[in-house]
């Protein structure tokens, strides 16, 4: 899987981003393309941001056990398949905010670097190796933008 944490590909992973338009339609799924970077945000937002409460003991100990091999895996996403609630985005988002916020993730993910994150302890799945924060990343946005074409 590609480096989410090396400039070409943050670069390449950007370049797509730019590529999108508010008008973009998916192919498949029911997200807006403003929903579906606002969607990938939410990633980072547990990185970065306290916005998103943690999960307890048990929920935690749960995800671990049951969802993370399915995250953090380099086996890609199915089409279609379910998400979080936190992932959850109904409301209608702003296309150039979302955009923005998106891609200073990505060059403040990209900055910080892989020391930065070996590992780190993630929102809802504990230690997470360099390998696991990169297909945790980098795995999803790329299902993401190849469900909108780019």
Request: aromatic residues 12%; charged residues 25%.
């Amino acid at each position: 899987m590609k480096s989410i944490f090396t400039k070409e590909v943050t670069k390449e992973v950007i370049d797509r981003i730019e590529n999108l338009s508010a008008t973009t339609q998916p192919n498949w799924g029911k997200m807006s393309v403003a929903q579906m970077l606002a969607h990938c945000c939410v990633s980072y937002e547990m990185v970065y941001t306290d916005k998103h409460p943690k999960p307890n003991a048990f929920a935690k100990f749960m995800l671990k056990a049951i969802v993370k091999k399915f995250v953090v895996s380099d086996k890609p996403y199915a089409k279609n398949g379910r998400t979080a609630a936190q992932f959850l985005i109904t409301e209608e988002k702003d296309f150039k905010h979302e955009k923005s916020r998106l891609i200073h993730f990505l060059n403040q993910t990209q900055e910080l670097g892989t020391s930065y994150f070996d590992g780190k302890e993630s929102h809802s799945f504990g230690k997470l190796t360099i390998e696991e924060w990169n297909n945790l990343f980098y795995k999803h946005i790329d299902h993401h933008l190849t469900q909108f074409g780019v």
